[in-house]
């Protein structure tokens, strides 16, 4: 049995903003269920929703601060959360990043510094908790001064440091290297100095016992210029120690089985029932309300990083074709605009929703036939596999765990029956429009159609996957 501290900036459900909380709430669970000591930390954010039991256990002084370690547990389990107590850095509304006004938090700095302190506390046993970690497991740059604070440490347990995504590093000026009194050996450019800035990340990087991130192919991908951000060099010097686990799925939260967000439940023994969640979704959508049309779906942030330029560049064409649309997601302004100029203008073919609806985002999962992924950059991605659980066929763009996930359905993959959805390889609206063309004549073929849905859903997303190759690593280091 492994004693494993897993260190992350925000943990679902407690508190949320993006694919970094589903993966602190879900693989610490996984862990424990086979048989792992784990335990959580995060900040004690005002914002946190707060569970029924949090007792304080002890306290820290770090850095001439104070701050306390309270105690709860990660809701409908039995893991241990340990929550970093410090009023006067956490006690503030707003998110982990920004203030109630959106603007990034003028102390990042010094909040996921005090943090990453605290984490070496509970690491090298000091915090009168007596528990003492094998393995620290940090997530993206708000905890990769960890394994960093630790290398001046001795006996000290072994770090893992995992890149959820690599455009964000924690980059701040020189002077805040100061200004958080860190132990100056850890300047220097194969430390903590990132062209004479200081590179939270670098930390991690540079420091830890092992690097993960979460596919395969995005691996690889961040030793390129084009995903690396500029540190694709170190992380290429480091490929020995680094390597790819997909990341798991809520097998519970999303089955189309047990789904109560959506209109008729079915599995892969009742596939025709997908239908009447279709024509329900179609009718919510103000489409015009016919099981035979192939219908796309579309939930994301309408961002570049997300590919929907490429979309809005096929819908002239898309909307000439035998289709519908439904879209749910928000972001870059322009973007919502176009979307909703295109909605207007075809309103029997496209139907937008600006925002996000849990219950929706489930309905469309379970109401369309076709899921556009057309990501530029997408480390590991979610939304693929609940498709896939739900006999939606996903077209991928060619890149990080999409690629890992999604099996092209190509000739060869097609007659051998492990055929998952379609890909394309170029970021242009041409490439996707081919491979929309593509599934059409696929979905023509009902038997060939039916064959991938059935292949699609018998796929193995879980998170015990995922943490039984996590515990491997641990073993290893």
């Known amino acids: 049995m492994k004693k494993i501290l897993f260190a992350s900036s925000e943990v679902h459900p407690l508190i949320k903003t993006g694919g970094l909380a589903d993966v602190a709430g879900s693989l610490p669970r996984a862990l424990a269920e086979i048989s792992q000591d784990i335990r959580v930390i995060l900040p004690n954010y005002s914002s946190l929703k707060k569970t029924e039991d949090v007792h304080f256990i002890s306290s820290v002084r770090v850095n001439n601060q104070d701050a306390n370690i309270l105690e709860t547990r990660l809701p409908d389990s039995n893991v241990i959360v340990w929550l970093a107590d410090c009023p006067a850095l956490f006690d503030s509304p707003g998110n982990p990043y920004v203030d109630e006004t959106g603007n990034p938090w003028e102390n990042i700095a010094d909040r996921f510094a005090l943090f990453s302190r605290i984490i070496v506390e509970v690491a090298m046993n000091r915090a009168h908790l007596d528990w003492q970690p094998n393995v620290v497991h940090c997530n993206d740059w708000q905890t990769g001064l ?51 800035m200081l590179s939270f990340i670098k930390g991690g990087l540079a420091y830890a016992d092992r690097i993960t991130t979460v596919s395969p192919t ?9 995903y690396g951000y500029g540190l694709e060099g170190l992380l290429s010097h480091k490929y020995h120690i680094l390597s790819g686990i997909i990341n798991g799925m809520d097998l519970d939260q999303w089955n189309p089985e047990a789904d109560t967000s959506i209109s008729e439940p079915y599995s892969v023994k009742s596939l025709e029932k997908k239908a009447i969640n279709k024509t329900s979704l179609q009718a919510r959508s103000s489409l015009p309300v016919n099981k035979s049309v192939l219908v796309f779906g579309l939930i994301s942030r309408l961002v570049e990083q997300k590919g929907v330029d490429l979309l809005i560049d096929c819908l002239p064409e898309m909307v000439e074709m035998p289709l519908q649309l439904v879209l749910l997601g928000s ?23 600006i925002g996000y609806d849990e219950s929706l985002a489930h309905q469309i999962e379970a ?22 659980r739900y006999g939606t066929i996903p077209i991928v763009r060619e890149t990080g765990g999409l690629v890992d996930t999604i099996e092209d359905a190509l000739p060869k993959s097609l007659a051998n029956n492990t055929a998952t959805g379609v890909s394309f390889k170029e970021a242009s609206g041409g490439a996707l429009l081919e491979a929309i063309k593509r599934t059409m004549l696929l979905y023509n073929d009902k038997k060939t159609w039916k064959k991938i849905q059935t292949t699609a859903m018998g796929k193995d997303f879980s998170w015990k996957n995922s943490a039984e190759q996590y515990l491997a690593l641990y073993e290893e280091i």
């Open 146 to 196: 960890v394994p960093a604070l630790l290398s001046v440490e001795s006996n000290t347990p072994s770090t893992v440091f995992t890149i959820h995504n690599m455009a964000y590093q924690g980059m701040f000026p020189e002077s805040t290297f100061a200004d958080l009194n860190l132990p100056r050996q850890l300047w220097h450019p194969n430390g903590l100095e990132y062209h004479e």
């Open 218 to 226: 995005y691996a690889l991908e961040i030793q390129t210029p084009e």
């Open 331 to 353: 972001g870059d302004k322009s973007v919502e605009q176009k979307l909703m100029n295109f909605a207007r203008l075809y309103p029997k073919k496209i139907s937008v929703t």
């Open 367 to 388: 109401g369309v036939d076709v899921f556009l992924m057309p990501s530029r950059f997408e480390p590991c991605g979610l939304n693929q596999m609940y498709s896939q």
